[in-house]
């Protein structure tokens, strides 16, 4: 069922409130993909919101009509973990959606938003690192896969995830 949000940029002012959906978010809905252990090593890091994505103005955040932030998602030209820059493709950053609001058009609305404004920014093409349990997502949203990749999170701790990329 899709519900209406409102999509806007995020601000700095955002980052306790994104951080809340993260951590509602990720342990959830990647519990059934992940082994435990893992989640529990590396969910306290990636369930932060990052103050450089906040800021970026093209991370934004999805809300509902009352104004709480339910969703979250962008994307850099930065490629993320490096300062590589290649021209016109955008990278994907850190997608959540509150577990009350999955499957209700949320991620796809941030997404449309990512879309449009990287094919106005001359981008031609996004990757993506996503999470085993994103895939679906992003395939829906016209990802192609080109394999598994293991994602660094900090001092050879990898996540298992899937790079993928779709034009734009
Ligand atoms: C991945 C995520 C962002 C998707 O957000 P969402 O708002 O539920 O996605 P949408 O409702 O916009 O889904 C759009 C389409 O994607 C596909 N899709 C989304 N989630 C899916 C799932 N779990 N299984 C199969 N297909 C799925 C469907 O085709 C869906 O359309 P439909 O519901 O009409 O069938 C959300 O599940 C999430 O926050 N997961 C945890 C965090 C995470 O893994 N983030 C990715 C980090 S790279």
Not at 23 to 52: C, F, H, N, W
Not at 107 to 116: D, H, N, T, V
Request: with cysteine.
């Amino acid at each position: 069922m899709t519900k209406s949000v409102k999509i806007r940029v995020s601000t700095l002012n955002d980052n306790t409130l994104i951080t809340s959906v993260l951590r509602a978010s990720y342990p959830e809905l990647m519990r059934p993909a992940y082994d435990a252990k893992l989640l529990e090593k590396v969910l306290p890091r990636i369930t932060v919101a990052q103050p450089g994505l906040l800021q970026s103005d093209s991370y934004y955040v999805a809300e509902d009509a009352g104004g709480a932030i339910v969703g979250c998602g962008g994307w850099t030209r930065e490629r993320p973990g490096t300062s590589e820059i290649k021209a016109e493709v955008g990278h994907i950053r850190h997608f959540g959606v509150h577990p009350d609001w999955i499957r209700c058009g949320v991620g796809k609305a941030i997404y449309s938003r990512c879309e449009l404004d990287a094919r106005d920014a001359g981008l031609t093409q996004f990757e993506c690192y996503s999470s085993l349990n994103g895939e679906k997502f992003y395939s829906a949203l016209g990802f192609r896969r080109l394999g598994q990749i293991d994602v660094t999170i900090f001092d050879g701790v990898a996540f298992p995830s899937v790079h993928m990329v779709a034009d734009l």
